[in-house]
């Protein structure tokens, strides 16, 4: 007869360190996930950085992200239900970074235009902006995915570089 599975058996045996190591390997460009907020009944820019965008459907159109269950600024956006994707350009590094520091007041002195469907935040010099409705929020572990129903896109027209992030530093694409 067969031995049924012990718990431990089921047990992820993958350390967080390893997870991170491994992970660090998938080289990817960031965003900035911008909304809009309510604080003290005015309604307010918000943001934070994000590299675990992708997009998800042609048809319809979706993109999806993650994002920490304990993001301070995700929960101040939700309720709007509707966010912007900024792909950021590689002279974006200081912007990323300042929209990486939890409970900082991000937007100030920042410019921003209003995304055409949504409002929500586009910040200048991005590379391309994707504004979103909110489709659906799933459970995911520690975080949250996110979908988004694309609403409205659209690209820069100059050549800047991307920003890139692999094994926990931000590069640059090494020249032609
Ligand atoms: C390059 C980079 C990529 C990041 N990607 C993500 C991500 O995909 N999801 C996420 O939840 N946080 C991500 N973070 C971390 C958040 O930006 C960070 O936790 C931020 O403090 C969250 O701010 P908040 O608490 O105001 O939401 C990333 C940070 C950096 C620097």
């Known amino acids: 007869m067969a031995t049924p599975a012990s718990t431990a058996t089921l047990e992820p045996r993958v350390d967080s360190d390893a997870f991170r190591q491994v ?17 003290h009944g005015r309604t307010v820019p918000a943001g934070l950085t994000c590299q675990s965008f992708f997009s998800l459907s042609l048809d319809p159109p979706l993109v999806a992200f993650s994002v920490a269950r304990t993001s301070r600024t995700w929960p101040t956006i939700e309720p709007s239900g509707a966010f912007c994707v900024n792909v950021l350009s590689a002279a974006q590094q200081t912007l990323c970074r300042s929209f990486a520091v939890s409970g900082s007041d991000k937007f100030a002195g920042q410019d921003w235009m209003p995304a055409p469907a949504t409002g929500s935040p586009a910040l200048p010099g991005s590379l391309a902006w994707i504004d979103c409705a909110v489709e659906t929020v799933h459970p995911g572990g520690d975080h949250w995915l996110v979908v988004g129903r694309v609403l409205h896109l659209n690209a820069a027209d100059h050549e800047a570089d991307p920003l890139l992030f692999y094994r926990a530093a931000f590069r640059r694409p090494a020249a032609a």
């Open 23 to 39: 992970l660090s390997r998938f080289c990817s460009g960031v965003t900035i996930i911008t909304g809009l907020a309510e604080e």
